[in-house]
Every structure is written in structure tokens, then in C-alpha cells.
T-cell receptor
Framework: EPEVTQTPSHQVTQMGQEVILRCVPI?????FYWYRQILGQKVEFLVS????????KSEIFDDQFSVERPDGSNFTLKIRSTKLEDSAMYFC???????????FGSGTRLTVV | AQKVTQAQTEISVVEKEDVTLDCVYE???????LFWYKQPPSGELVFLIR??????QNEISGRYSWNFQKSTSSFNFTITASQVVDSAVYFC????????????FGEGTQLTVNP
């Protein structure tokens, strides 16, 4: 069964450093997403991406965040200058169309120290 | 604006008991989709079911069943004869394709099944 792949599974970074989280969505999916889950809390939407541009973003997705699909297969989330409160599990997801099943990756646990 | 409420923060049952997890949603759209995901201790999100707003038939899959009632805006999930492996956090989620593509999650219900 096709799956969404995320790397790395864990990342520890120092406050103020830039991090890039990587995802390979399912190949025939058109919509790509990033979600965040702070430990013990609910899963929160960050951004959706369609046709090589951001289609929707939440208030969490400020200027420190950016997304890119650099080569037609990878989908990345960059945090420019990490803060302690960016520590969370970050999930990538993809879907064939809006409302179809969303397939989630296994997540990247980001720890900012 | 879309909203999902899972009022039960934690539920604890003994193995073989039946348990129902509640989900109430708010939406202004007539077309929407409802989901349930399981998050085991390992952390990944496991898809359980997707239901569109035009299909109110209840669904059963093995020990799992779902009761969708538009009249009360609820999409409840029942596990029959619970097992220890069912212990996880369960999230209900909503998407409104005509308003955007995001999934809005509820707060989740931590289910603990004790032997």
C-alpha cells in the first residue's frame, strides 16, 4: 500500500537554528499538507499546498515557516529560526483531492533545545 | 467555521467491555467529510474511516462501528469487546472541501483498555 515517507524521524536542534523537515507524498496525490502536534495536544493544521503553491495556511504558519516542492517528489517544511515552542511532532500528509482520504506520514519529532 | 468536539478526554475500560467514543461537529457546509484516526503510543496517525455527509448509513468493520447522525451533528465510534491493543488516542476530524482542504481535528480521547 502506498505510503507517505518522512525524514528524519527525530531531530534535535538548538534554538535559533534552521531546520528542514522532509516528506515524500504518495506519487499520484495532488494535495500536500503539514500538521503539527504539540505533545499531549491535538493535531493542528499548518499549511496545504496544491499546484505548486500554498492553497491555505493557518495562523500558526507565520513568516518563520515555508514550504517547497523542489523536485516533484519531495515536499519540505522549513522553520527559519526555531523557538522552544516549535518542539512538536510534525506530520506530512497527502490526498488525491480535497475530501478524499488523507494519508499521513509517521511524523518527525522535533525537539528544540 | 468548522469545529470538532470530543468531550471525553480519557476513558478507561476493562478488556471485553464495549466502549463508545463521542464526536460532535459544527459546519455550515452541506458537503463535508468526517474521519476517525487512531494514534497508538508509537505516535503515528492510523486512518480508520472516512464518511461523507450524504451517506448516513452506519458502518461496521469487525469490532468497530460508527454511528453518523446529521440531526445531532454526531459521528460516534464504538469498539465492541475491547482489547488491550485498542489502547490509543482516537481523533475525530472534519474537512469541508468547498471551504478549503484542511482537516480539523478534535482534541482526542485517550482510551485505556485494562486487562
Amino acid at each position: 500500500e502506498p505510503e507517505v515517507t518522512q525524514t528524519p524521524s527525530h531531530q534535535v536542534t538548538q534554538m535559533g537554528q534552521e531546520v528542514i523537515l522532509r516528506c515524500v507524498p504518495i506519487s499520484n496525490h495532488l494535495y500536500f499538507y503539514w500538521y503539527r502536534q504539540i505533545l499531549g495536544q491535538k493535531v493542528e493544521f499548518l499549511v496545504s499546498f496544491y499546484n505548486n503553491e500554498i492553497s491555505e495556511k493557518s495562523e500558526i504558519f507565520d513568516d518563520q515557516f515555508s514550504v517547497e516542492r523542489p523536485d516533484g517528489s519531495n515536499f519540505t517544511l522549513k522553520i527559519r529560526s526555531t523557538k522552544l515552542e516549535d518542539s512538536a511532532m510534525y506530520f506530512c500528509a497527502s490526498s488525491a483531492w480535497t475530501g478524499s482520504g488523507y494519508t499521513f506520514g509517521s511524523g518527525t519529532r522535533l525537539t528544540v533545545v | 467555521a468548522q469545529k470538532v468536539t470530543q468531550a471525553q478526554t480519557e476513558i478507561s475500560v476493562v478488556e471485553k467491555e464495549d466502549v463508545t467514543l463521542d464526536c460532535v461537529y459544527e459546519t455550515r457546509d452541506t458537503t463535508y467529510y468526517l474521519f476517525w484516526y487512531k494514534q497508538p503510543p508509537s505516535g503515528e496517525l492510523v486512518f480508520l474511516i472516512r464518511r461523507n455527509s450524504f451517506d448516513e448509513q452506519n458502518e461496521i468493520s469487525g469490532r468497530y462501528s460508527w454511528n453518523f447522525q446529521k440531526s445531532t451533528s454526531s459521528f460516534n465510534f464504538t469498539i465492541t469487546a475491547s482489547q488491550v491493543v485498542d489502547s490509543a488516542v482516537y481523533f475525530c476530524a472534519l474537512s469541508e472541501p468547498t471551504s478549503g482542504s484542511r482537516l480539523t481535528f478534535g482534541e482526542g480521547t485517550q482510551l485505556t483498555v485494562n486487562p
